[in-house]
């Protein structure tokens, strides 16, 4: 058994960061393609969400965690 780190730039600010591809939060591009959104800008987003009366997205504990590579279908 072995764990994966997937890693990639985060869609709204650019910066590289190690996520689990199952968990993390994610937007879709106009492609329909899912986009890794980094703790950072979720954080951010949560923050400005809760400010306008809004429920914060969920984050999964280990989003930003390695993945059991049992878990990911390749």
Not at 12 to 39: E, M
């Amino acid at each position: 058994m072995g764990y994966a780190f997937i890693s990639g730039n985060c869609w709204t600010c650019g910066t590289l960061f190690t996520f689990n591809p199952l968990k993390v939060p994610s937007i879709r591009d106009s492609g329909g393609v899912r986009q890794a959104i980094c703790g950072n800008c979720v954080r951010f987003a949560n923050k400005m969400r809760i400010e306008k009366g809004m429920d914060p997205f969920p984050v999964p504990a280990d989003a930003y965690e390695a993945v059991d590579e049992n878990e990911l279908q390749i």
